[in-house]
């Protein structure tokens, strides 16, 4: 059972935000999951479009919509004073609002008490929940796999959700598991595993892929990077409690050093990456396997990312592919994580 | 500069509570801090006494106390009903109430009205700070050692303890740093990391253990275990953040599997545990090394003690010693931590 189980299907709120690098929500969902994105809506002004219908909360809620997303985040994450009007609206017609924002939703007494008065809820998605368990370490049913990186930042996320949807174009019972705030929209549930206070993380991590049919695979969303100055701990508590039959290391081609962290931090050699998250996850599963690499080479022109994979495949001697790319590399990849 | 910074001296509040082992709290604050406990102080009827001074919360005020600490946990760690009108005695005294128990003492009407109305604080030191960063990374100046461990519960903090007081009866600079509650009591101060997000766990250890003198020590009280199914996120949060130049490792001689996990949970061997923490630390301080086994020998006779400390410093080539027993081989010990 998840933690979050959200409303669905979403009108997406784009409020006054025009610059799409900062609507990256929005479109996540747009892209994975368009079949639960009734429509957008962006605020009188604000030029950016998705492509959706645009509708009001009203005509959303008309067409079925359970729930306005907060689809944007600007700088900072926080729920901008304008924007309140419009969730106020929102909750008017009849929708839950849903924020992946640091700031809680009910921190705003207007909108606290709008929803009390319209007796609809404010979810946020970064609240993980309070009932949480140290983790039991016991084994359970099912098949796991677990994107893990040599950094944040770099597909462990989109690498979780293509597989998914490639393990079921294969006819395989999948399910996405979601860790962090855009991955919890796009499954409709999840646990924010960052926000969960360490000593409940591996347990959390328990919780969100439990026990399941022997031939079901759980893909979820890995977090951080075991060797990553300030989120290894997320990543090995995720690690743990996961219990991974099959990890698949994402990293990207022209990543060096860590992300936001700079030169006077190299990443360490990948081979160092794969072992240490073999060593960790095989204290919770022995037969723990590292079944590829997904590579990350949007920088990359197209004859250059071929040649980008293909080295680091053949210096790791295991199968590389850009999940974005797609293609016979992907579908090797594919194989091998399912060759268990 | 440290989260917490307690009112001391204490007076040691033992309440009903009359069976030793659940006074552990108490019992550390008298054997390592006893300038800092002015008196004890248990309920009519309970026979339970430390050795100290008995005072009631007036007399321990008059007497320079200027916090009354709730020095028993019993099993579950909540406050007791009967244990209010005692704590509103300690407030109405002029005393602060320190409590490390799960319930948050504001929690309790009474009492958050009762420290209200007398101007006094209820500090609870299980919960961390809300202004925690996530880690820089950046290498800082001063010494830094950290126990690390096989398991929980084996002495990380007793070994850190005692390592502080050794350094010290050498004249060296050194702070004990603590991670967890009895620790916290005992330091004046420190960290509950267990209790902190797991975005900002290396950040917060990295907060514990600021930039220093070059030829400062900070020993720092290490928790759970890199290879625990439960606290491994914990243990690695703190190591990164940590930054230690010196590990110390410490096992029970007699600990086969993981404590309270049963014997479907055996200890990896120790060689793998030392690795494992090496290779970790070592991402963040290339120059990190062990510097020996802290091995807890309370459950074996003097014979048997010495013949498992010589077996398992021979096996891995380090110094092996008892804090608690002391003696040649805890100096030699000393000595390897010191010798960079």
Not at 47 to 75: H, I, T, W
Not at 189 to 202: E, H, M, N, Q, R
Request: aromatic letters at 4%; a negative charge; charged letters at 20%.
């Amino acid at each position: 059972m998840s933690a979050l189980d959200l409303p669905r299907p979403y009108l997406l709120f784009l409020a006054d935000v025009d610059d799409p690098r900062y609507a990256k929500t929005a479109q996540g969902l747009r892209d994975w999951v368009p079949e639960q994105c009734i429509g957008e809506w962006a605020l009188p002004g604000n030029e950016l479009r998705l492509g959706l219908v645009e509708l009001d909360p009203a005509a959303a809620k008309a067409r079925g919509a359970r729930a306005l997303v907060v689809g944007v985040a600007p700088v900072g994450g926080q729920i901008q004073s304008g924007w309140v009007p419009g969730l106020i609206e929102a909750l008017e017609a009849g929708l839950d609002v849903i924020s992946g924002m640091h700031t809680p939703l009910s921190g705003i007494a207007e909108l606290a008490a709008a929803a009390e008065r319209c007796g609809r809820r404010l979810i946020d998605v970064r609240v993980p929940p309070s009932d949480l368990p140290v983790a039991s370490g016991q084994p359970r049913s099912g098949k796991r796999l677990l994107t893990v990186g040599t950094d944040c930042a770099l597909g462990k996320k989109y690498t979780a959700l293509a597989l998914t949807r490639a393990f079921r174009a294969r006819g395989l019972d999948a399910d996405f598991r979601a860790t962090g705030q855009t991955g919890i929209l796009i499954a409709g549930g999840g646990l924010p595993v960052d926000a969960v206070k360490a000593d409940f993380l591996a347990g959390a991590a328990e919780r969100l892929s439990p026990a399941a049919d022997p031939d079901h695979w759980d893909v979820i969303e890995g977090q951080g990077a075991l060797v990553h100055p300030g989120y290894a701990a997320v990543s090995l508590g995720l690690l743990q409690g996961s219990q991974p039959d099959v990890l698949v290391l994402c990293h990207a081609a022209d990543r060096t050093w860590v992300s936001g962290y700079g030169p006077a931090f190299p990443l360490p050699p990948i081979e160092e990456v794969i072992e240490l998250n073999l060593v960790h996850a095989r204290l919770r599963k022995p037969g723990a396997r590292m079944a590829g690499i997904s590579l990350n080479t949007s920088g990359l022109d197209d004859a250059r990312a071929e040649q980008a994979m293909d080295r680091l495949g053949a210096r790791l001697g295991l199968p590389c592919a850009d999940p974005v790319r797609g293609g016979e590399r992907f579908e090797t990849l594919i194989t091998a994580c399912l060759d268990c």
